[in-house]
């Protein structure tokens, strides 16, 4: 599986971006997919993830309410929808891959995407 994220950008305090993440092969509806984050000299954070099916979503703390995860498996393709967005949201975002059974954990997850970067202005 190949995981291709994109989206990112500049945006001000309170806006919004969408990021998306394109998986290839044809295996994708069985995987959980996850976003995670990754500020300079930080370590990787967990942010949503969504069951294979679409009926399971789960969310940080630290974003609930704000972003939005879905998915399209007829497009192989999940989304992260980021709104009333704040400063500390500026990081790379990854998307991720796997069989996990512990959504939250990185090493759970088997493929990842480049990441795409968010810069939250204030």
């Known amino acids: 599986v190949q995981l291709q994220a994109s989206g990112g950008g500049l945006v001000q305090a309170g806006g919004s971006l969408r990021l998306s993440c394109v998986a290839s092969?044809?295996?994708?509806?069985?995987?959980?997919m996850g976003w995670f984050r990754q500020a300079p000299g930080k370590e990787r954070d967990f942010v949503a993830a969504?069951?294979?099916?679409?009926?399971?979503?789960v969310y940080s703390n630290s974003v609930k309410g704000r972003f939005s995860i879905s998915r399209d498996n007829a497009k192989n393709t999940v989304y992260l929808q980021m709104n009333s967005l704040k400063p500390e949201d500026t990081a790379v975002y990854y998307c991720?891959?796997?069989?996990?059974?512990?959504?939250?954990?990185?090493?759970?997850?088997?493929?990842w995407g480049q990441g795409t970067l968010v810069t939250v202005s204030s």
């Open positions: 991720a891959a796997g069989a996990v059974t512990d959504y939250s954990t990185v090493s759970e997850y088997n493929y």
């Open positions: 092969g044809r295996t994708f509806r069985s995987y959980y």
């Open positions: 969504i069951r294979g099916s679409g009926s399971i979503t």
